[in-house]
Nanobody, 129 residues
Framework: EVQLVESGGGLVHAGGSLRLSCDVS????????IGWFRQAPGKEREAIGC?????????YPDSSVRGRFTISSDYAEKTVYLQMNSLKAEDTAVYYC?????????????????????WGRGTQVTVSS
């Protein structure tokens, strides 16, 4: 059973940094993909980016966080990170990691949001202004 567990959220002042972790378990193949998403109250879910953990393929969509947020991973530890810098009040949201059922496919990269079948419970990030 695939499990994704986020951690590292909390309260931070504007301009500060925070690093979120996503602990991954249960995949039966190596080329899984982990995506980071966020959802603020009253807003739609927003994709932050994704990484193919075993080989480091990374994708960032055009978004308000591009250039400030960075995805990385420690494949041996099965942990994917989201480093968030220069945080703003509008970054306040619940942050989720998620994964598609299928392994990374070069013909379908990056995965679409609807491809993500497994989701963590999320971790709250609150940025005070």
């Amino acid at each position: 059973e695939v499990q994704l567990v986020e951690s590292g959220g909390g309260l931070v002042h504007a301009g500060g940094s925070l690093r979120l972790s996503c602990d991954v378990s249960g995949f039966t193949f190596d080329e899984y993909v982990i995506g980071w998403f966020r959802q603020a109250p009253g807003k739609e879910r927003e994709a932050i980016g994704c990484i193919s953990d075993s080989d480091g393929w990374i994708y960032y969509p055009d978004s308000s966080v591009r250039g400030r947020f960075t995805i990385s991973s420690d494949y041996a530890e099965k942990t994917v990170y989201l480093q968030m810098n220069s945080l703003k009040a509008e970054d306040t949201a619940v942050y989720y990691c998620a994964a598609p059922e299928r392994e990374r496919n070069k013909y379908f990269w990056p995965p679409e949001t609807y491809d993500y079948s497994f989701w963590g419970r999320g971790t709250q990030v609150t940025v005070s202004s």
